[in-house]
């Protein structure tokens, strides 16, 4: 039978997992990069690029756009914004410290998403701000008024489960016995 306990430390490994396992994916991806950049022009880090950029969103890091003039010859140039996703990886010099950030970025969100994992002061905030981070994951996040009814219902509905329990602690103990264990 599993207890409450195990399901929260079974979801707390996974997430640290995950976490340690990204974190240790973008260390090796910016070290090749590095190495790409120094003296190895092989095509090892251009095969990657998709997996760099995917661990670059799951991080949050949004696609920076670096203004670019090139001369184009006869006295005509080009005058454009180049995308650092697009244009991964870059020897350029403007391109290639954009592309330094975002890596130090992502390690730096990876480690404190797997720190993070095992801190209970964030289990806690987790918890408390449960609806708001619901509605962020599902691209809602701007609607104030929203966030403010869904937290407050969401504290409403916690506060009468509160007293039902204190009420009703063994009905309630044996009717979801009676539905997990039929």
């Excluded at 995950?18 to 092989?42: G, Q, S, T």
């Excluded at 964030?122 to 609607?143: C, D, H, M, N």
């Amino acid at each position: 039978m599993f207890t409450l306990g195990k399901i929260f430390l079974g979801i707390v490994v996974i997430k640290l997992t995950i976490n340690v396992y990204r974190l240790i994916r973008i260390r090796i991806l910016f070290n090749r990069y590095i190495a790409w950049l120094i003296k190895e022009r092989k095509a090892t880090i251009v095969k990657n690029k998709s997996e760099v950029i995917d661990l670059w969103k799951h991080a949050g890091i949004s696609d920076s756009y670096i203004p670019r003039v090139d001369a184009l010859g006869l006295g005509q140039v080009a005058s454009y914004k180049q995308p650092l996703f697009h244009s991964f990886p870059s020897n350029l010099e403007d391109m290639a410290t954009t592309t330094q950030k975002a890596f130090l970025e992502a390690i730096g969100v990876y480690k404190k998403r797997a720190i993070d994992s095992v801190n209970p002061i964030e289990w806690i905030i987790l918890i408390v701000y449960l609806p708001q981070r619901f509605l962020a994951s599902i691209g809602i996040t701007k609607p104030k008024a929203v966030i403010n009814i869904s937290q407050g219902l969401y504290w409403l509905a916690g506060v009468f489960l509160t007293i039902v329990f204190a009420l009703y602690p063994v009905e309630i103990r044996s009717a979801i016995e009676s539905l997990l264990f039929k």
